[in-house]
């Protein structure tokens, strides 16, 4: 039957400069003697997906040994959608390639996660947030410093004057 034939249409969009006008499509059938009533139908386009605005914080700065706080809240997407934003977190970012060490907006990255992830004392590194909202995900960078470890550093007070054979306790 012409029902199902119409349902049966299929539009595909191949255009390179893809527009979000929307398209009327008129259909007659004819059986070979008569004409059918016009069917019109619209199809509507939704805009196309905008990829994320990632938003590393930074620059971030820490001592040796700490943990770091990482926050991805000026994040966002400019057109809310498909899905809620993720997060993920490469604390040592080389050459493009991502590892994933920490998820979510704000994560709290321990030192020895960050060992794990070959952060060591005295240098700095490359930090990378990928936000991703369900069809595009952009990347976006900031450093991290972790500071040399120093030596301790002893103090004795003083100066002190003790009696012979007495014993002085620092």
Do not use: C, K
């Amino acid at each position: 039957s012409y029902q199902r034939v119409l349902r049966s249409i299929r539009y595909d969009n191949t255009a390179a400069n893809r527009n979000e006008t929307a398209r009327t499509i008129t259909f007659v059938a004819n059986d070979g003697t008569l004409r059918s009533n016009t069917a019109i139908a619209t199809i509507v386009f939704p805009p196309p997906n905008q990829r994320p605005i990632a938003h590393p914080g930074g620059p971030y700065s820490i001592q040796n040994g700490a943990s770091v706080l990482l926050n991805a809240s000026q994040s966002f997407d400019p057109d809310v959608g498909p899905s809620p934003l993720t997060f993920e977190w490469d604390v040592n970012y080389v050459n493009g390639e991502f590892d994933v060490n920490a998820t979510g907006r704000h994560p709290g990255v321990t030192w020895g996660d960050l060992q794990l992830a070959g952060i060591e004392s005295g240098n700095t590194y490359t930090v990378a947030v990928r936000a991703f909202d369900g069809v595009d995900a952009t990347i976006a960078t900031t450093q991290l410093t972790v500071s040399p470890n120093q030596p301790p550093i002893v103090t004795t007070g003083g100066p002190y004057s003790i009696q012979p054979g007495w014993s002085l306790l620092l």
